[in-house]
């Protein structure tokens, strides 16, 4: 190295096994002189260096001058530092050998929705019918070990459930599927409604025409009873008398005798009884449901405005469950208006008879 005066210096690092070495650079200087100037560094094993006196002007100068001599240079320092790391039991971390560029671009895939190795991605599950389970396999770009491993760990449903695994990247793909469980709730909302509006119109048909003809059926068996008592006493009397009944009036009083029994049974206004009253229970039920149905509906719409397309996971589970109360509930309710209408039909069929 050369000084602002023209010294020319001598550098000699300390080499692997102690022992020195000596580089020379000599360079002409701003007014043609050189010097030697010889320096030691410490070896890997600390043997100590021995250093060569500058010559008093040559040390002056660069003391004045602000010039200094490198000890060691770039490239041994890099060594001299890895060696010292490897003695202490330290290692270069993952990045080490890779470029800032590389870095960036593995950070960029850790945070990017479309990328396999992203950071952002999580397993959900979807109800299913458990017959068509099977059939379900990963989709492409999704690792199946992951897959595998998502649907051994599924929550424990009931027989009627199966759940399968869908994998979801991003905030994105996390929003899009809130917004489907929302049109879902919303449909499911439109079949409560018209499940009322159907109830309600059989509810009204029931007040306004089968209550009339229930009352009018129940003024003819009352006027029919009374007229089958007088028919009974005259017959009895008739016999007492010790007249004799052919086959076509014996028949007569047989039946009589079988239409007064059917009327006096309680258990056809007990029916009657029983099927308003389910009726009535259902109209409850689906109002119930559908109330329900309004305050999740309100709460999602409160959370996706209050936090944008992020929910936390308690809201999604509930969301999740209160659905799947809700197909119970729609198969129950469908299960109550079939053996509903089913006991009508029998009972308008048998009023018929």
């Given at each position: 190295?050369?000084?602002?005066?023209?010294?020319?210096?001598?550098?000699?690092?300390?080499?692997?096994?102690?022992?020195?070495?000596?580089?020379?650079?000599?360079?002409s200087s701003l007014f043609g002189n050189s010097t030697n100037a010889?320096?030691?560094?410490?070896?890997?094993?600390?043997?100590?260096?021995?250093?060569?006196?500058?010559?008093?002007?040559?040390?002056?100068?660069?003391?004045?001058?602000?010039?200094?001599?490198g000890a060691l240079g770039s490239q041994s320092q890099q060594q001299?530092?890895?060696?010292?790391?490897?003695?202490?039991?330290?290692?270069?971390?993952?990045?080490?050998?890779?470029?800032?560029?590389?870095?960036?671009?593995?950070?960029?895939?850790?945070?990017?929705?479309?990328?396999?190795?992203?950071?952002?991605?999580?397993?959900?599950?979807?109800?299913?019918?458990?017959?068509?389970?099977?059939?379900?396999?990963?989709?492409?770009?999704?690792?199946?070990?992951?897959?595998?491993?998502?649907?051994?760990?599924?929550?424990?449903?009931?027989?009627?459930?199966?759940?399968?695994?869908?994998?979801?990247?991003?905030?994105?793909?996390?929003?899009?599927?809130?917004?489907?469980?929302?049109?879902?709730?919303?449909?499911?909302?439109?079949?409560?409604?018209?499940?009322?509006?159907?109830?309600?119109?059989?509810?009204?048909?029931?007040?306004?025409?089968?209550?009339?003809?229930?009352?009018?059926?129940?003024?003819?068996?009352?006027?029919?009873?009374?007229?089958?008592?007088?028919?009974?006493?005259?017959?009895?009397?008739?016999?007492?008398?010790?007249?004799?009944?052919?086959?076509?009036?014996?028949?007569?009083?047989?039946?009589?005798?079988?239409?007064?029994?059917?009327?006096?049974?309680?258990?056809?206004?007990?029916?009657?009884?029983?099927?308003?009253?389910?009726?009535?229970?259902?109209?409850?039920?689906?109002?119930?449901?559908?109330?329900?149905?309004?305050?999740?509906?309100?709460?999602?719409?409160?959370?996706?405005?209050?936090?944008?397309?992020?929910?936390?996971?308690?809201v999604l589970q509930g969301a999740n469950k209160i659905l799947r109360?809700?197909?119970?509930?729609?198969?129950?309710?469908?299960?109550?208006?079939?053996?509903?209408?089913?006991?009508?039909?029998?009972?308008?069929?048998?009023?018929?008879?």
């Open positions: 190295m050369t000084s602002l005066f023209g010294n020319t210096t001598t550098q000699q690092g300390g080499g692997l096994f102690g022992n020195s070495t000596q580089q020379q650079k000599p360079t010889p320096a030691t560094g410490s070896s890997l094993f600390n043997t100590a260096p021995q250093q060569a006196q500058q010559p008093m002007a040559g040390s002056l100068s660069a003391g004045l001058m602000g010039s200094t001599n001299f530092a890895q060696s010292r790391l490897q003695s202490v039991g330290l290692r270069d971390t993952p990045y080490a050998d890779k470029s800032v560029e590389e870095q960036v671009i593995v950070l960029l895939k850790k945070w990017d929705p479309e990328s396999p190795d992203t950071l952002l991605q999580k397993y959900l599950y979807n109800a299913v019918n458990p017959a068509y389970a099977p059939y379900y396999h990963p989709n492409s770009g999704e690792s199946e070990r992951e897959w595998e491993t998502a649907l051994a760990n599924k929550p424990v449903g009931d027989d009627s459930t199966a759940y399968i695994p869908v994998l979801v990247r991003g905030f994105r793909a996390l929003g899009e599927r809130l917004e489907l469980q929302a049109k879902v709730l919303n449909s499911l909302r439109v079949s409560l409604h018209e499940m009322n509006n159907s109830l309600t119109a059989i509810l009204s048909k029931h007040q306004q025409d089968i209550s009339v003809r229930i009352e009018e059926s129940r003024k003819q068996h009352t006027s029919i009873a009374q007229r089958t008592l007088r028919l009974a006493i005259k017959c009895q009397i008739l016999r007492n008398r010790g007249y004799a009944l052919d086959g076509t009036e014996e028949k007569l009083r047989r039946d009589i005798l079988a239409l007064q029994e059917r009327v006096a049974k309680p258990s056809l206004q007990s029916r009657e009884e029983e099927i308003w009253a389910r009726m009535v229970a259902l109209r409850e039920r689906a109002r119930w449901v559908e109330e329900e149905g309004k305050r999740v509906g309100a709460a999602v719409e409160a959370q996706k405005q209050g936090n944008g397309s992020t929910l936390p996971d308690s109360d809700y197909d119970g509930q729609l198969m129950h309710l469908a299960k109550e208006m079939d053996e509903v209408r089913r006991e009508f039909e029998e009972w308008d069929r048998e009023r018929r008879s």
